[in-house]
């Protein structure tokens, strides 16, 4: 008989913002998976509907609001709502994040650079935060323990020629995260980040066939071939866990190996 630990959220609640669609639904799916409840915050109603249908067939509770995460007030309202629906938030994945659209930094206007920032920088701290504050609270009442979780990406490490907000925003948050992690460890709360790769999401379709830009991904990536979502459930549904109560700070790549590649490898 197969024996080992299993991943149980049961009467743990998580926030997902971004969770209706590519890899924040990829997110939302391993918490459901393994019994936790979710709230999701995005933009669309439509896509949020679908998403709950989805994540409810797992037998969890889901809700969903749309919430503007550059909105303070917003996010602020939300958490209250949050808490007279649920009671408790364990868990926070501030995924919600605008892609580069500038080519370059000497084109990029001061509206583009913050625009991205409001969403991907002051958004994800906005979230991030104000789910602390609910955290802390139940540790100063007997209930220590909490998640933060960050979705970062490669461009903490890599340089992205004119799409420096970009890359501001994640390699910032990625600071931030660190120190969360110091600040709010005292609680047994812990704050991580998880930098993908390059994964097939909404933009490039997340079917199996593959086009020119998976092709070119995974040349150049030691196991050749694009990140899905449903290679981030484990990793969220851990962080998400009592099992990592002493993982804090961390910045966890999943990339497929493209990180340590050596700039000359072919495959």
């Given at each position: ?6 991943l ?29 409840d ?10 949020n ?9 797992h ?126 460890g ?23 066939e ?18 899905y ?13 009592d099992?990592?109560?002493f ?21």
């Amino acid at each position: 008989m197969a024996k080992g630990f299993v991943l149980d959220l049961t009467g743990k609640v998580t926030v997902v913002t971004g969770g209706n669609s590519g890899l924040g639904l990829g997110f939302a799916r391993g918490i459901a998976k393994a019994g936790g409840d979710l709230e999701i915050w995005a933009r669309s109603a439509e896509k949020n509907a679908a998403a709950k249908a989805e994540l409810e067939s797992h037998g969890v509770r889901v809700t969903t609001r749309q919430v503007d995460v550059a909105s303070e007030q917003e996010v602020i309202a939300a958490y209250e709502a949050l808490m007279q629906d649920f009671g408790r938030v364990d868990c926070v994945i501030a995924n919600s994040g605008l892609g580069p659209t500038s080519r370059s930094t000497l084109e990029m206007t001061t509206e583009q650079w913050h625009q991205l920032l409001n969403v991907n920088l002051h958004g994800a701290f906005y979230t991030l935060r104000e789910g602390a504050r609910q955290m802390v609270r139940r540790a100063e009442a007997g209930e220590p323990g909490g998640s933060l979780i960050f979705c970062g990406s490669l461009s903490m490490f890599h340089g992205l020629a004119g799409k420096g907000n970009y890359a501001a925003a994640k390699g910032a948050m990625g600071a931030v995260i660190r120190s969360m992690a110091v600040e709010f460890g005292k609680y047994g709360i812990r704050a991580n980040t998880v930098a993908p790769g390059y994964i097939k999401t909404g933009l490039t379709g997340e079917d199996k066939e593959w086009g020119p830009i998976d092709k070119f991904f995974a040349a150049k990536t030691p196991i050749p071939r694009p990140g899905y979502p449903s290679d981030f459930e484990a990793i969220i549904a851990y962080l998400a866990s009592d099992f990592s109560s002493f993982h804090t700070g961390d910045t966890i790549v999943i990339d497929g190996g493209s990180l340590v590649a050596p700039p000359y490898y072919t495959g």
